[in-house]
C-alpha cells in the first residue's frame, strides 16, 4: 500500500506554520499497526472540543449539557476519511445497504495510565479494536488503541482482553454524550465490538478513502 506522504515544500512550511492535524500530519510509516493519533479531547473536558476543517484549529463544538465523562483520550487519526470504502464496510457488515461514511476523519479513542492535562496534542497509539458504532445512517466507527509504551495498557494486544469495565464504560459515554437527561430514545447504537484485524481492515479502508477524497479535492480546485 503506498505511503501518504508531506510533500517538502509542505515540510518546510511545517517549520513556519502549524500543519493542518488532519492533512499535514503523517499518520505513521507502520500503519496500521502503529498510528499517530490527534488529541482532541481528554476526560477532564467539561466541553466537547473539535478541529475545525477549514483552519485546523480546536474549537468548541458545544459545552457539555451535563455531566458526562470520557474515559479514554479522545480524537482522530490524520490522513483517514470515513468515505464510500468505510461506509460500505459497515453496511455489509450490519446487512443494511443504506449506511454511508460520515464524512469525518476516522475516530480514536486512546486509553491510557496517565492524566494528559489537554487536547491539541499528537499520541503514539497501537489500535486492539473497535466499536462500529452507527448514527443515524452514518458509519461513526470508534478505534479503540492503548498509548505506545503506557506502563498499564501497552500490554493488551486485542479489545478481547480489556477489562469488561473500561469496554461498558467506552460504550455507555458514546451511547449517551449526545442525550439530554430525560430523553429516551438514542440516535447512537453500537452494533458490534470488532477485534485488531477489523480495526485495521477498517483504517487501510480509511486511509484509501482520504486519498481518493484529497484527489478529488485537488480536481475540483
Known amino acids: 500500500m503506498a505511503k501518504i506522504s508531506i510533500d517538502p515544500i509542505g515540510k518546510l512550511l511545517g517549520l513556519r506554520h502549524k500543519s493542518h492535524p488532519w492533512h499535514g500530519v503523517e499518520i505513521g ?48 487519526i490524520p490522513q483517514t476519511y470515513c468515505g464510500k470504502r468505510v461506509g460500505s464496510y459497515s453496511a455489509k457488515a450490519l446487512n443494511n445497504p443504506d449506511i454511508v461514511g460520515d464524512g469525518d476523519p476516522l475516530d480514536v479513542c486512546v486509553l491510557t495510565e496517565k492524566d494528559v492535562a489537554h487536547g491539541d496534542v499528537l499520541a503514539r497509539a497501537i489500535p486492539i479494536g473497535g466499536f462500529k458504532m452507527i448514527d443515524g445512517n452514518q458509519a461513526d466507527d470508534k478505534i479503540i488503541a492503548v498509548l505506545k509504551d503506557d506502563a498499564l495498557y501497552s ?63 485537488m480536481f475540483e480546485k
Open 29 to 76: 510509516e507502520n500503519a496500521p499497526d502503529e498510528l499517530t493519533c490527534f488529541i482532541e479531547m481528554v476526560p477532564t473536558d467539561t466541553v466537547k472540543y473539535e478541529v475545525d476543517k477549514t483552519t485546523g484549529y480546536l474549537t468548541i463544538d458545544r459545552p457539555q449539557k451535563f455531566s458526562s465523562i470520557l474515559p479514554a483520550l479522545y480524537g482522530f
Open 155 to 217: 500490554h493488551y494486544k486485542d479489545i478481547s482482553e480489556i477489562p469488561e469495565t473500561v469496554v461498558n464504560r467506552l460504550k455507555h459515554y458514546f451511547l449517551t454524550y449526545k442525550q439530554m437527561p430525560g430523553e429516551l430514545s438514542q440516535s447512537c447504537e453500537i452494533s458490534q465490538i470488532y477485534s485488531k484485524e477489523q480495526a485495521h481492515e477498517l483504517i487501510n479502508l480509511a486511509m484509501d478513502d482520504y486519498r481518493e477524497y484529497i484527489e478529488r479535492m
